[in-house]
């Protein structure tokens, strides 16, 4: 059982628009949550994370909300790019994290 | 900057082939891992290591093996590749320190391997 869940597989966005990615997970023990956003053909680069004891993290564009009673993870861009077209992963966990399958962002110039 | 590098970035073995892929990172990172990307299955750890000659399986170690004889080396072994793991691998680093800060993992480029 799958226990970080990215139920979007894809998502477009107009540019200049607002950009929100959604993760959901089952174990409520985990320390850190984290956002990779991934080119084809390159490893994941790191771009936002959020520690448990918090609610909210931002970043410049980026803004990582988590709601821990509904065990839910969001990432806002905004303004959302066309170079923020990537994949986006979310990954939970303590020193070793579950990662979810992705979401492909496709920003609209 | 971490720099975290993978020996091969593409590479094609037949079906019973030992495979080898190889990562170094330069930072003196205590914690090493091995993950498989593929479509629809986002990313999966196969293995881990915290210390040198230390390792724990991940959640698909079946089919792999590892090794760590120094800091900053981690190896992944396919003992005997098979179609099924035809994938774009990819190893990440972290220290300690960075997971108390932000929880970081810091990732190579990947190796697609296609197995034939």
């Known amino acids: 059982d799958q226990q970080v869940k990215q139920n979007s597989p894809s998502l477009s966005v107009q540019e200049g628009r607002i950009s929100i990615l959604n993760c959901d997970y089952t174990n409520s023990m985990f320390d850190y949550f984290l956002w990779y956003k991934k080119y084809p053909a390159e490893g994941p680069t790191f771009l936002i994370s959020?520690?448990?004891?918090?609610d909210k993290n931002e970043d410049g564009r980026f803004t990582v909300f988590l709601n821990k009673s509904a065990k839910h993870l969001s990432l806002h861009i905004v303004p959302s790019q066309p170079g923020d077209s990537a994949v986006y992963f979310c990954a939970a966990g303590t020193y070793k994290y579950i990662f979810g399958t992705g979401t492909r962002l496709k920003v609209l110039a | 900057d971490v720099k975290v590098t993978q020996s091969s970035r593409y590479l094609v073995k037949r079906t019973g082939e030992k495979v080898f892929l190889e990562c170094v990172q330069d930072m003196d990172h205590e914690n090493m891992f091995w993950y498989r990307q593929d479509p629809g299955l986002g990313l999966r750890l196969i293995y881990f290591?915290?210390?040198?000659?230390?390792?724990e399986k991940g959640d698909i170690p079946e089919g792999y093996s590892v090794s760590r004889e120094k800091k900053e080396r981690f190896s992944l072994i396919l003992e005997s590749a098979s179609t099924n793991q035809t994938s774009m691998y990819l190893c990440a680093s972290s220290s300690e320190l960075d997971f108390a800060n932000t929880g970081e993992l810091f990732f190579g480029e990947g190796s697609r391997l296609t197995v034939l």
């Open positions: 290591s915290y210390d040198v000659k230390m390792k």
């Open positions: 959020i520690s448990s004891i918090k």
